[in-house]
């Protein structure tokens, strides 16, 4: 069945460093990759997507995540982590065709320390 | 406007109740999504409705109904649940249904079954 692997249901930073989250998938087809953020007690927000072209796609709140065909990943980065980036991160893939769905990863929750 | 709108956002029931769950979004979009999260967990989809007709029912029981009386409009009413119901519902909403078109998420309305 095809899915989508987050490494590390919980990754802890300081604030000013770099955050890396892994988003992984299981398809040889690409597909089109998703990542959403959710903070306490809301629904989720899209931060960034990627279908097709450029292999580095830049979101919004200064994250950006790199399409890595030979890895089958679609990890989420910022340079720089801020006290308000401390959320749940969902990685989502939809392989297209008629279903049209969404296939979530289990999230990682982020936590910035000062 | 990117918005969905959920109400009421919180709603506590008894078992024998009947109520009712409200979306609403005003972007044109022609596929609109339920979805059920359980604390620390993804979203799992519950339904899925393009250009106003139910295309995925994802085996949920039969005390979830739901209803899409017109375009932006959808609703999901609730009979005899369980306290395992309890949870966050999340609507959401995309421009199309069998394309990469992103789901734009609603703040969603928590559930507590008593």
């Known amino acids: 069945a095809q899915s989508v692997t987050q490494l590390g249901s919980h990754v802890s930073v300081s604030e000013g460093a770099l955050v890396l989250l892994r988003c992984n998938y299981s398809s040889s087809v690409p597909p089109y990759l998703f990542w959403y953020v959710q903070y306490p007690n809301q629904g989720l927000q899209l931060l960034l997507k990627?279908?097709?072209?450029?292999?580095l796609v830049k979101g919004i709140n200064g994250f950006e995540a790199e399409f890595k065909k030979s890895e089958t990943s679609f990890h989420l980065t910022k340079p720089s982590a801020h006290m308000s980036d401390a959320a749940e991160y969902f990685c989502?893939?939809?392989?297209?065709?008629?279903?049209?769905?969404?296939?979530f990863g289990k999230g990682t929750k982020l936590s910035v320390k000062p | 406007d990117t918005e969905v709108t959920q109400t009421p956002k919180h709603l506590v029931m008894g078992m024998t109740n009947k109520k009712s769950l409200k979306c609403e979004q005003h972007m044109g979009h022609r596929a609109m999504y339920w979805y059920k999260q359980k604390a620390k967990k993804p979203p799992e989809l519950m339904f899925v409705?393009?250009?106003?007709?139910?295309?995925i029912n994802e085996s949920v029981p039969s005390r979830f109904s739901p209803e899409c009386p017109n375009s932006s409009l959808l609703n999901l009413h609730l009979h005899a649940l369980q306290p395992e119901d309890s949870a966050l519902y999340l609507c959401?909403?995309?421009?199309?249904?069998?394309?990469?078109?992103?789901?734009?998420f609603g703040p969603g309305t928590r559930l507590t079954v008593t």
């Open positions: 409705y393009s250009y106003e007709k139910l295309s």
């Open positions: 990627y279908t097709t072209g450029a292999t």
């Open positions: 989502a893939v939809d392989y297209g065709g008629s279903q049209g769905n969404l296939i």
């Open positions: 959401a909403s995309s421009q199309d249904f069998d394309t990469s078109y992103e789901q734009y």
